[in-house]
């Protein structure tokens, strides 16, 4: 039996209750009003994997039935769950407790349809803050219905935080020139998503950009005064030019000012208690219009200086401030400054990655959470087995440094190309290793995924989608750079050093090699449960996608080589074949976001290659 998060303790008995028509979901008096939304999950689960459409009372428990109650005699995180011939009893030390113990039994029946198997399972996490991170500015903002699918799977696997990135993705009420060709979150649709994630046990907290990464608001007209580079109105998109600058100029009282204006109005529309201001790649502080205030001061006090005034804005409003401690990490002396409530978000992506600013950001006393990532950034298919390795550590690294929290992330880089549906497996590495210290190897993990969440009976799914991202030769990142640096009319250089550095020999192999993984996803697809195979379309223009940017950059270093290629024109066709199938999966799951600017890069590169090779 496959439970994920796997519980600290497990008795499985012999024996088995059979579901029947007159099997009732019995709320107990002690359960709250919200108990109903967990009742209603599991009427579902039951109804769709037993075929049974049991009913949710109140009232007096009998002899086979489900039985939830809350016992605040219980840990608030403690949970149990038992078996046997009487019935099924679900018990929680609070609310969200008992949605635990809910989910755990969503899972059996997922397995085990109307026969459960007897069983005692005594569950609670090791660390209480367990949230993901999903990246809604930088390319993809999902459908409503997306979101929620989201916050119902977090659900599912135990987590109980969503944080949603915003830089310019939300439409404030007076900064119309931020959001005018965009089409952003409303106050509307947070309130709502707000109010999903609560009936679920999830804390959705505000994330908003508001010292570096403001690239679209700082290049207004009404802004950039604010922007600590000059000239930062009227220029080219540019994914790059996003990534890396637009910096407040914190030598302007305006600065805070505006910012705070910002926060302010935004803060209103969640419950929370919590704000994250991110305030993390502040890449050009110091190095523009307050110059000479960093000369004074240092970068890393000026940097303080503006972090600390807004944070003191948030607790004199009842928040608890977040921010992301790349900068931090790097002045820990100046981590007594900061309020005691602060939290700071320890990030690190790479698999073999250093515990260095955890260990730092223990050693000077402030609270942190550690924050590892899915992997999903510029490529076509997530970096499976490198999220798998880089979220055991950063979560190994959480118990050592006494961490209060885990936030796994999902960043949208270069316009969030890969698909929603292939950073689930990394939700899902998150939730199991943030829970508890038991977790399986990689390839035992995904074969529990496969099973679990995607009804796969052979167990080979998941292993499968994460060899999609080792096929890529000239990846999504190259392609965007190289078009951008041409565009700008320099980097000559940097264009030969990278067709130096990527080896475009490999791609005639990888792209065979796609070919067989694509026949091995179609023999697997047969055992897949009937709801989940539309995913295939995903891997499918997902892999497409990569075996046609690999045939590109093969041909653009042909070029570099003074060869002469001649299927320029064909490979041209290709591009814009499969940017017309992701563009029509793009818009099933999501709003307009970076999808225009995603098209410009393929429709570049067709024409580029259409051109007559001299």
Known sequence: MILLPIPKKV????????LRMNTMIMMDQSCPQGARVYAGQLKEEISTWAGLKLDISRGVFRKGDILLKVDESLDQDHYSLKIDREGAFLTGGSLHALGYAV????????????????????????????????????????????????????????????????????????????????????????????????????????????????????????????????DSFGKMFSFEDRMAHHTVNVSNPGSIAMVKNLVREFMQLFRTDKFNICADETFDLGKGKSAKLAEEKGTGVLYVDYIKELFQFLVDNGKVPMFWGDIISGHPELCPELPKEVICLTWGYVENQSDWAAKIIHKAGALQYLCPGVCGWNTWVNYMSGSYKNIVRMCGFARQYNAIGVLNTDWGDFGHVNQPIFSIPGLIYGAVCSWGENVPEYEEMNRQ??????????????????????????????????????????????????????????????????????????????????????????????????????????????????QKPENGAAIAGELERCLHYYQRLWRENSKSGDIDKISDVFCWYADLLRRPVD
Request: aromatic letters at 10%.
């Open 103 to 230: 989910q755990t039994l969503r899972q059996i029946v997922r397995q085990k349809a109307g026969l459960l198997p007897w069983v005692s399972i005594e569950d609670e996490p090791d660390i209480k803050n367990r949230g993901f991170y999903h990246d809604a500015t930088r390319g993809r903002i999902q459908s409503m219905e997306n979101l929620k699918k989201l916050a119902d799977t977090l659900c599912f696997y135990k987590m109980n935080q969503l944080q949603l990135y915003v830089e310019h993705t939300y439409l404030f009420r007076d900064m119309t020139e931020l959001w005018r060709d965009e089409e952003p979150l409303t106050a509307e649709e947070i309130m709502e998503l707000d109010q999903y994630c609560y009936d679920r046990g999830i804390e959705l907290i505000p994330s908003l950009a508001t010292f570096g990464h403001m690239y679209k608001l700082l290049g207004t007209r009404t802004c950039e005064d604010l922007c600590e580079m000059p």
């Open 449 to 562: 995924i496969s099973i679990l969440e995607f009804g796969d009976a052979s167990g080979e799914f998941v292993g499968l989608l994460g060899e999609g991202c080792g096929k890529q030769v000239f990846g999504w990142y190259n392609a965007v750079a190289i078009k951008e640096w041409a565009q700008k009319g320099r980097e000559r250089e940097k264009i030969q050093e990278l067709f130096e550095k990527e080896d475009m020999s490999k791609v005639p192999d990888r792209n065979g090699a796609i070919e067989i993984l694509e026949a091995k996803l179609r023999e697997c697809s047969r055992h897949l449960d009937s709801r989940s195979r539309w995913i295939l379309e995903c891997a499918h223009v997902a892999l497409e996608a990569t075996r046609v940017w690999n045939e590109t950059g093969l041909f653009l270093s042909n070029l570099q080589k003074g």
């Open 11 to 18: 008795e499985e008995k012999e024996g088995s209750l059979m």
